[in-house]
C-alpha cells in the first residue's frame, strides 16, 4: 500500500469512526429526550384530563342541584333530561346509576337504560359498574375502567370520575376515552424518530462531505506530488541529455582533434614514403613488394580516417552549431539520400533558429528516425517539415515505408528502445511526440516550446 494512501486513511479512518460515536451519542441522546417528555407530556395530559372531568361532573352536579331538593318523580325526570343534555365532543356523555347497579340514564347506549349491569366485568374480569359505585361511596373520584367508544363502537380504556347524589342515591359520572393520550406518545415518537432520522441524515452528510474532502486533499497532495516527480524526471532527463551531448562533443573534440589529427600525420608520413619510392627508379624485388604493402596501409589508413570523421560527424555534427538546425538536418538528409537511395523532400527556412536544447532534441529525433527507416521502413521518398508556429517548433517526418505496429513496437523493451528514447528526449524539454504507422507509411510528429 502507497505510503500517501496510508496517511489518508490514518486521516479517514479516525474521522469516521468520531463521526460514528457522534451519531450513536446524538441517538441515544434522543432517545433519552423522547422519554423524557414522555414522563413530561403523559402526567401533563393526565391531569389535564383529570380537571376536566372533574370540572364536567362539578359542573353536573350544579345543573340539577336545584333539582335534588325535592323527591318527586318528576324533579328526577327532570334531572336525568338534563344530565342526558349534557355532551362534549362525538363521545363526552354523563351516565347515572343507582346504588344496586342499575343503569338511569346512557344517553349513547339508550338500551341500557333500566338494566342492571352490577355484574358486567371486563375482559381481565374486573367488576365495572361496582367499582364506579364504590368510588362513590368513597365520596367520589377517579377510576380507570374499560368501555365501550360510541363513535366506534370499539372497547377501549377510559378514564372516569364519579360522585354520589346523596339525596337520591345516585351515581353519577362521565368519563374520557384515553387513546389520544396513547396518540401523543406516538405522535412524540414519530417526531423523535424523524428528528432523528434528519439528525443522522445530516451527520452522515458531514461524514460523507469531510471525507470526500480529505480525499480530495490527499489526492491533491497525491497529484502535486507527481507533478513535482514527473517536473524532476523531466528535469533530471533534461540534464542527462544535456550531460550526453556534452560527452558526444567532447569526444568528437577528441576525435577531430587527436585521432583524426595524428592519423592524417600518418598519410603524410606514408604518402612521403611512397612519393620516395617512386622517385627511386628501377626497384629491386623486395622494394616493389614494400611498395605494394605502403599502397595498402595508406588505403587503409583513409578508410580508418574516413570512419573517424564519419563518427566525430555523428556524435556532433559541426554544423549544428556553426551554421544551425537546418543546414545540419540537410546535410543528414543529403547523406541519407545518397547512401539509401530514397528521395527526400524538404519543407524548412534555413534562417529558423531552435534554442541550443531544442535544436538538439530534433536533430537527435531525426537521426534516430533516419536509422529506422533506413533499416525497416522500405521506403522510397521521405518529407520533413520544420516550422515555428504558435511559439513552438512542430517537425514532422513522414515516410511511404510499410509502417508498424506501434503499441506492440511500443510495448517491446528492444525493438521499442529507440521510440522511448525519442519520447522521453522530446518530453523532458516539455514537448510532445506522437507517432501514427499504417501500411501506408509513417508519421512522426514532435512538438517543442520555443521559451
Known amino acids: 500500500m502507497q505510503l500517501r494512501l496510508k496517511f489518508v486513511l490514518l486521516a479517514v479512518v479516525p474521522l469516521l469512526l468520531a463521526i460514528a460515536a457522534v451519531a450513536a451519542v446524538v441517538k441515544l441522546q434522543s432517545q433519552a429526550l423522547t422519554d423524557a417528555e414522555h414522563a413530561i407530556v403523559e402526567p401533563a395530559l393526565m391531569d389535564a384530563r383529570r380537571h376536566e372531568l372533574q370540572n364536567y361532573v362539578t359542573l353536573a352536579l350544579?345543573?340539577?342541584?336545584?333539582?335534588?331538593?325535592?323527591?318527586?318523580?318528576?324533579?328526577?325526570?327532570?334531572?336525568?333530561?338534563?344530565?342526558?343534555?349534557l355532551e362534549f365532543g362525538d363521545d363526552g356523555y354523563f351516565f347515572v346509576y343507582d346504588m344496586d347497579g342499575r343503569a338511569l340514564m346512557h344517553p349513547r347506549q339508550p338500551d341500557l337504560v333500566g338494566r342492571n349491569l352490577w355484574e358486567v366485568r371486563d375482559a381481565q374480569g374486573r367488576p365495572t359498574i361496582q367499582n364506579l359505585i364504590a368510588r362513590a361511596r368513597e365520596g367520589g373520584g377517579f377510576v380507570d375502567f374499560v368501555w365501550r367508544r360510541p363513535s366506534t363502537g370499539r372497547t377501549e380504556n377510559k378514564l372516569g370520575y364519579v360522585a354520589i347524589v346523596p339525596e337520591w342515591g345516585w351515581m353519577i359520572g362521565t368519563g374520557l376515552y384515553t387513546d389520544d393520550i396513547v396518540a401523543a406518545r406516538e405522535r412524540i415518537d414519530r417526531q423523535a424518530q424523524v428528528a432523528i432520522r434528519n439528525t443522522m441524515g445530516v451527520i452522515a452528510g458531514i461524514a460523507v462531505v469531510a471525507t470526500?474532502?480529505?480525499?480530495?486533499?490527499?489526492?491533491?497532495?497525491?497529484?502535486?506530488?507527481?507533478?513535482d516527480a514527473e517536473q524532476k524526471m523531466r528535469e533530471l532527463a533534461r540534464q542527462v541529455v544535456r550531460s550526453q551531448e556534452k560527452e558526444r562533443s567532447r569526444v568528437a573534440r577528441e576525435l577531430h582533434d587527436g585521432v583524426s589529427q595524428s592519423l592524417v600525420s600518418v598519410k603524410f608520413l606514408l604518402e612521403s614514403a611512397q612519393a620516395r619510392l617512386d622517385q627511386a627508379q628501377p626497384l629491386p624485388d623486395p622494394a616493389n613488394a614494400a611498395r605494394t604493402t605502403l599502397s595498402r596501409g595508406l588505403a587503409g589508413v583513409e578508410e580508418v580516417l574516413g570512419d573517424v570523421r564519419r563518427i566525430s560527424h555523428g556524435l556532433r555534427p559541426t554544423m549544428l552549431d556553426t551554421l544551425g538546425l537546418v543546414p545540419a538536418m540537410r546535410q543528414v538528409l543529403?547523406?541519407?539520400?545518397?547512401?539509401?537511395?530514397?528521395?527526400?523532400?524538404?519543407?524548412?527556412?534555413?534562417?529558423?533558429?531552435?534554442?541550443?536544447?531544442?535544436?538538439?532534441?530534433?536533430?537527435?529525433l531525426l537521426q534516430e528516425a533516419l536509422n529506422n527507416v533506413e533499416r525497416h521502413a522500405r521506403a522510397t521518398r521521405l518529407t520533413l517539415r520544420l516550422v515555428a508556429e504558435s511559439g513552438a517548433l512542430w517537425l514532422d517526418i513522414r515516410d511511404d515505408g510499410r509502417g508498424f505496429d506501434v503499441e506492440s513496437v511500443s510495448a517491446s523493451p528492444q525493438r521499442g528502445l529507440g521510440l522511448s528514447s525519442m519520447r522521453e528526449r522530446i518530453e523532458a524539454l516539455g514537448g510532445r511526440f506522437e507517432l501514427y504507422s499504417d501500411g501506408s507509411g509513417t508519421l512522426l510528429s514532435a512538438r517543442l516550446p520555443l521559451t
Open 62 to 85: 350544579a345543573s340539577i342541584e336545584h333539582l335534588t331538593a325535592r323527591s318527586d318523580p318528576a324533579a328526577r325526570a327532570a334531572a336525568l333530561d338534563v344530565l342526558s343534555q
Open 212 to 227: 470526500l474532502l480529505v480525499a480530495l486533499a490527499g489526492l491533491a497532495l497525491n497529484v502535486s506530488d507527481r507533478r
Open 334 to 364: 543529403d547523406e541519407f539520400a545518397q547512401r539509401s537511395g530514397v528521395a527526400v523532400d524538404i519543407e524548412a527556412d534555413d534562417s529558423l533558429v531552435a534554442p541550443g536544447d531544442a535544436g538538439t532534441a530534433l536533430f537527435r
